[in-house]
């Protein structure tokens, strides 16, 4: 006997975080459905205008917003920023540089740096090891 298979689903919250876009500025039909791991895929293959237009434009969800301005979701949320920013705001913020931004960016270059001293260090004592 075969048994059918199901695809496999998930919520719209899931796929826009999969998609790095806002959920509540997708279209009301991709909100309120279930995505299929097929759908995600051809909308990550093709992504349908509203898609791409949310992309370029936004307002993108806060890990996107960090990640253009360089710092944490924590150093936005230090900085005031709890909303999607559009890419219009984030390119603002950018030019004005405020001293939060700044001393976030700061902060994030520390961590990489600390983070890839100490992946040296553990590559040094394997070699050793």
Not at 22 to 40: I, S
Not at 50 to 61: A, I, K, N, S, T
Not at 113 to 118: D, Q, S, V
């Amino acid at each position: 006997m075969k048994s059918q298979q199901n695809p496999q689903t998930m919520k719209p919250a899931t796929a826009a975080k999969k998609l790095g876009v806002y959920l509540p500025a997708t279209p009301a039909p991709f909100q309120e459905g279930v995505v299929t791991r097929a759908e995600l895929d051809r909308l990550q293959a093709e992504p349908p205008e509203w898609l791409r237009e949310l992309r370029r434009d936004g307002p993108h969800p806060r890990p996107v917003v960090a990640a253009k301005l360089g710092v944490s979701i924590a150093g936005l949320a230090r900085g005031g920023v709890t909303e999607a920013l559009t890419t219009e705001q984030i390119e603002s913020l950018k030019r004005e540089r405020p001293e939060w931004l700044e001393r976030e960016r700061a902060t994030q270059a520390g961590v990489r740096k600390e983070a890839a001293r100490l992946k040296e260090q553990r590559k040094e004592q394997a070699g050793r090891g």
